[in-house]
T-cell receptor, first 118, second 116 residues
Framework: DGGITQSPKYLFRKEGQNVTLSCEQN?????MYWYRQDPGQGLRLIYY???????QKGDIAEGYSVSREKKESFPLTVTSAQKNPTAFYLC?????????????????FGEGSWLTVV | KQEVTQIPAALSVPEGENLVLNCSFT??????LQWFRQDPGKGLTSLLL?????REQTSGRLNASLDKSSGRSTLYIAASQPGDSATYLC???????????????FGKGTKLSVKP
């Protein structure tokens, strides 16, 4: 079945550690996204990528890094510079990011990854 | 800056009731608006997508309307069931400028509880 796979589901990070969250999609989507969700809050965009080897900062990129070496993969690294990393992280994809001519298509989400600092 | 607000934050209804969830946004320059469902500890599932040129979309017991000029959308759920219990989020795809163009801006959601 086509979809978005995030791993691990649960991850614990020690102070000063970098951790990487995996996101893989087999939907052949061009655009991929990482969001952060805090309890009772809406989703906030961390990074997004429209094509391979290109990505852009979202609203809360500080303390995070990404790569897009393959179309189907968009891993997120939470670095030690992120002071409050405990949150629920969601990866998403869509056919393409919108341009002035395109109104955009449905966005699909993975099941999320819980990151806790211990 | 685009802001999306959802009212109420939480709603509890008895099974069988028809209900309306509200979403408002401050900037009418949007490409589309999307409604999502989120179960506890899970990802988001897309329910309905309304393009900016459309007025409403329907899927089964769900009907979403869009009034772009007033910055409002409603999600109508008919004959609610306990299985409808979840958090419902709306998001607008922003026209914006530069890097923000095309990005989704989310509301905080409405937590719905349907009691048997």
């Amino acid at each position: 079945d086509g979809g978005i796979t995030q791993s691990p589901k649960y991850l614990f990070r020690k102070e000063g550690q970098n951790v990487t969250l995996s996101c893989e999609q087999n939907l052949n989507h061009d655009a991929m996204y990482w969001y952060r969700q805090d309890p009772g809050q809406g989703l906030r965009l961390i990074y997004y990528s429209q094509i391979v080897n290109d990505f852009q900062k979202g609203d809360i990129a500080e303390g995070y890094s990404v790569s897009r070496e393959k179309k189907e993969s968009f891993p997120l690294t939470v670095t030690s510079a992120q002071k409050n990393p405990t949150a629920f992280y969601l990866c998403a994809s869509s056919i393409q990011k919108v341009s002035r001519r395109e109104s955009g298509n449905t966005i699909y989400f993975g099941e999320g990854s819980w990151l806790t600092v211990v | 800056k685009q802001e999306v607000t959802q009212i109420p934050a939480a709603l509890s209804v008895p099974e069988g009731e028809n209900l309306v969830l509200n979403c408002s946004f401050t900037d009418s320059a949007i490409y589309n608006l999307q409604w999502f469902r989120q179960d506890p500890g899970k990802g988001l599932t897309s329910l309905l997508l309304i393009q900016s040129s459309q007025r409403e979309q329907t899927s089964g017991r769900l009907n979403a309307s869009l009034d772009k000029s007033s910055g409002r959308s409603t999600l109508y759920i008919a004959a609610s069931q306990p299985g409808d219990s979840a958090t419902y989020l709306c998001a607008v795809r922003n026209r914006g400028y530069g890097g923000s163009q095309g990005n989704l801006i989310f509301g905080k959601g409405t937590k719905l509880s349907v009691k048997p």
